[in-house]
């Protein structure tokens, strides 16, 4: 029997100049706003398709969501998805914390960021099968961070005193996990899209023409 893994999606509401804004240089403020949609899409798509459940938690408390938001929640709302809030003083603290969350309903939790479509179902299920070992599990990004985070346990201070958005990330989070004393599997690298040539290289492997982004 396949154990169950609640899968939580960590993504920023879609608003003009607080997403992807590296790409802004290729694609204007408004392009870079349909990427940061069109990629948060593709991430959801990837983790409705594994089967396991998928929780949806945005990176801030809204009076009202943005009007760009409407296709993301009516998506969610099709598929069932829970929406929930992060919460925490830093990523690692919000991420520790919807771990813990999603560990109250089901037996392994991963988080995947909405930059990230190179996390696919076959990638998951390496994860889950790592964690059979590992009481954390990481999929390392190739600009040094990391594009899955994966637990069957958690500690408070798991992920404290990372350097994050640096490429010490991952090297730090492995060592802060060690620290408290869990057990840590990675996984091959993958990619993720944070600059221009990295979405370029997402439209060519969606079969697009860059300049049709």
């Given at each position: 029997?396949?154990?169950?893994?609640?899968l939580?999606q960590f993504?920023?509401?879609?608003?003009?100049?607080?997403?992807?804004?590296?790409?802004?240089?290729?694609?204007?403020?408004?392009?870079?706003?349909?990427?940061?949609?069109?990629?948060?899409?593709?991430?959801l798509?990837?983790?409705?398709?594994?089967?396991?459940?998928?929780s949806?938690?945005?990176?801030?408390?809204?009076?009202?969501?943005?009007?760009h938001?409407?296709t993301?929640?009516?998506?969610?709302?099709?598929?069932?998805?829970?929406?929930?809030t992060?919460?925490?003083?830093?990523?690692?603290?919000?991420?520790?914390?919807?771990?813990?969350?999603?560990?109250?309903?089901a037996?392994?939790?991963?988080i995947?960021?909405?930059?990230?479509?190179a996390?696919?179902t076959?990638?998951?299920?390496?994860?889950?099968?790592?964690?059979?070992?590992?009481?954390?599990?990481?999929?390392?990004s190739?600009?040094?961070?990391?594009?899955?985070?994966?637990?069957?346990?958690?500690?408070?201070?798991?992920?404290?005193g990372?350097?994050?958005?640096?490429?010490?990330?991952?090297?730090?989070?492995?060592?802060?996990?060690?620290?408290?004393?869990?057990?840590?599997?990675?996984?091959?690298?993958?990619?993720?899209?944070?600059e221009?040539?990295?979405?370029?290289?997402?439209?060519?492997?969606?079969?697009?023409?860059p300049t049709?982004?």
């Open positions: 029997m396949t154990d169950p893994v609640q939580i993504a920023k509401w879609p608003e003009p100049g607080r997403v992807k804004t590296r790409l802004e240089p290729l694609l204007g403020r408004e392009g870079a706003l349909e990427a940061h949609i069109r990629l948060t899409l593709a991430v798509g990837n983790l409705a398709a594994s089967g396991h459940p998928v949806f938690y945005w990176d801030r408390a809204v009076a009202s969501p943005p009007s938001a409407q993301i929640i009516e998506r969610l709302a099709a598929l069932g998805a829970r929406q929930a992060q919460s925490g003083a830093d990523l690692g603290e919000r991420m520790t914390k919807a771990l813990e969350e999603g560990l109250g309903r037996s392994h939790a991963m995947i960021g909405s930059d990230c479509p996390v696919e076959g990638y998951i299920e390496q994860a889950r099968v790592a964690l059979a070992q590992a009481d954390v599990v990481f999929g390392p190739d600009d040094g961070g990391y594009v899955l985070i994966g637990a069957r346990t958690t500690h408070p201070d798991m992920l404290a990372v350097a994050w958005g640096t490429p010490l990330a991952l090297e730090q989070s492995i060592a802060a996990v060690k620290q408290c004393g869990l057990r840590v599997a990675t996984l091959s690298p993958r990619w993720d899209v944070d221009p040539e990295d979405w370029t290289r997402f439209l060519e492997i969606a079969g697009q023409s049709a982004g």
